[in-house]
């Protein structure tokens, strides 16, 4: 099975904060990366595939980035709507895997 | 607008059995496959398995963790998506969500939308 881990577990940060999530597969899974995310007591939401392309809607302060085994997803201005866990996802191979999530918490 | 809703979520003992629906809406259910995940109390998300539509043979795949106790089927005529959830345990615990597979001939491939959620709580 692939193993994600991403980093940090948690970040504290501010409205308007510039913030970054690193995610991390334990082998090459070219560009088959996900991101979600969720907030308490809700369904996961899909933001981002093929490790850089916005789901349509998804604002453009979302990026992503990466291929091989290290991608990053970037909010480049965090909002108040934001906060919340984030969430990296391999699409390379079954069985399909998560890292831990990436709780984002108002500084 | 495309929606997915679960339902048959519960209580229920160890050693008995459960199942989930996901009722489909706002999309021709039968041209996709269909994916269930869970996260138990306080924890991450748990891909559980999925069923490919009946153009990829209907067939299976499960998550190692629950292969030969879960059993995921589909009814196209319905637009539902079952999960078979038999031998519960414990550590069975979570909420259950349904989501469906979209793959583009690219290759890249994601799981939108998901649905709300049912829970259930196996405990004597």
């Known amino acids: 099975d692939i193993q994600m881990t991403q980093s940090p577990s948690s970040l504290s940060a501010s409205v308007g904060d510039r913030v970054t999530i690193t995610c991390r597969a334990s082998q090459s899974i070219s560009t088959y990366l996900n991101w979600y995310q969720q907030k308490p007591g809700k369904a996961p939401k899909f933001l981002i595939y093929g490790a850089s392309r916005l789901q349509s809607g998804v604002p453009s302060r979302f990026s992503g980035s990466g291929s091989g085994t290290d991608f990053t997803l970037t909010i480049s201005s965090l909002q108040p709507e934001d906060f919340a866990t984030y969430y990296c996802q391999q699409s390379y191979s079954t069985p399909f895997t998560f890292g831990q999530g990436t709780r984002l918490e108002m500084k | 607008e495309v929606q997915l809703v679960e339902s048959g979520g519960g209580l229920v003992q160890p050693g008995r059995s459960l199942r989930l629906s996901c009722t489909a809406s706002g999309f021709t259910f039968g041209d996709y496959a269909m994916s269930w995940f869970r996260q138990a109390p306080g924890k991450g998300l748990e891909w559980v398995g999925f069923i490919r539509r009946k153009g990829y043979g209907g067939t299976t795949e499960y998550a190692a963790s629950v292969k030969g106790r879960f059993t995921i089927s589909r009814d196209d005529s319905k637009n539902i998506a079952y999960l078979q959830m038999n031998s519960l345990k414990a550590e069975d615990t979570a909420m259950y969500y349904c989501?469906?597979?979209?793959?583009?001939?690219?290759?890249?491939?994601?799981?939108?939308?998901w649905g709300q959620g049912t829970l259930v709580t196996v405990s004597s």
């Open positions: 989501s469906r597979y979209y793959d583009l001939w690219s290759g890249s491939n994601w799981f939108d939308p």
